[in-house]
T-cell receptor, first 115, second 110 residues
Framework: DADVTQTPRNRITKTGKRIMLECSQTKGHDRMYWYRQDPGLGLRLIYYSFDVKDINKGEISDGYSVSRQAQAKFSLSLESAIPNQTALYFC??????????????FGEGSRLTVL | DAKTTQPPSMDCAEGRAANLPCNHS???????VYWYRQIHSQGPQYIIH?????ETNEMASLIITEDRKSSTLILPHATLRDTAVYYC???????????WGAGTKLIIKP
């Protein structure tokens, strides 16, 4: 089983709908991240969390919210989806034992299409 | 914006060494350089990181110039499965969050 699991893997929705992407991890890491990737581009950070009570905005947080329900779970919500939020979304973790904050472990991605 | 510069694409013959360059001329003295790769649209995979000294692991070697303004990732015996986009990253903000550029698309040819 994957150490970082994202659900759903694929989702098609309509403009204005509320969408939640979920991430769970079995690595025991304290840090979790949500990234967005558009075609041909690198990843952009949406939100990150260093522990259950810590939430931080990333580079492109507008239009998104997150919830850190437990150390192992970090969910991303789009309250009212719009077409330019169509993208590939990745969850990642890092933590003690990785040696530094730059060694991230990624999920397989959630492909979201907003019509 | 990303603080690193990489060529957009490179080819390499299967079985040969693939050398991927990266410029990070604004890197500060205590910042590591990280390398990741992304195969097709899968989640990126950590490869290696370094500060000053050259580093080697089971996946690759990292050569960092003495002035730390550039580095080269070396895949010693490239296989078709090494075809991917390779990202060189220099953590850039006060929380050392990674800022990703577009990377280098490496194509390994038979």
């Amino acid at each position: 089983d994957a150490d970082v699991t994202q659900t759903p893997r694929n989702r098609i929705t309509k403009t204005g709908k509320r969408i939640m992407l979920e991430c769970s991890q079995t690595k025991g890491h304290d840090r979790m991240y949500w990234y967005r990737q558009d075609p041909g581009l690198g990843l952009r950070l949406i939100y990150y969390s260093f522990d259950v009570k810590d939430i931080n905005k990333g580079e492109i947080s507008d239009g998104y919210s997150v919830s850190r329900q437990a150390q192992a779970k970090f969910s991303l919500s789009l309250e009212s989806a719009i077409p330019n939020q169509t993208a590939l979304y990745f969850c990642a973790t890092s933590g003690p034992g990785t040696g530094n904050t730059g060694e991230l472990f990624f999920g397989e991605g959630s492909r979201l299409t907003v019509l | 914006d990303a603080k690193t510069t990489q060529p957009p694409s490179m080819d390499c013959a299967e079985g040969r060494a693939a050398n991927l360059p990266c410029n990070h001329s604004t890197i500060s003295g205590n910042e590591y350089v990280y390398w990741y790769r992304q195969i097709h649209s899968q989640g990126p995979q950590y490869i290696i990181h370094g500060l000053k000294n050259n580093e080697t692991n089971e996946m690759a070697s990292l050569i960092i110039t003495e002035d730390r303004k550039s580095s080269t990732l070396i895949l010693p015996h490239a296989t078709l499965r090494d075809t991917a986009v390779y990202y060189c990253i220099d953590p850039t903000d006060s929380n050392y969050q990674l800022i990703w550029g577009a990377g280098t698309k490496l194509i390994i040819k038979p």
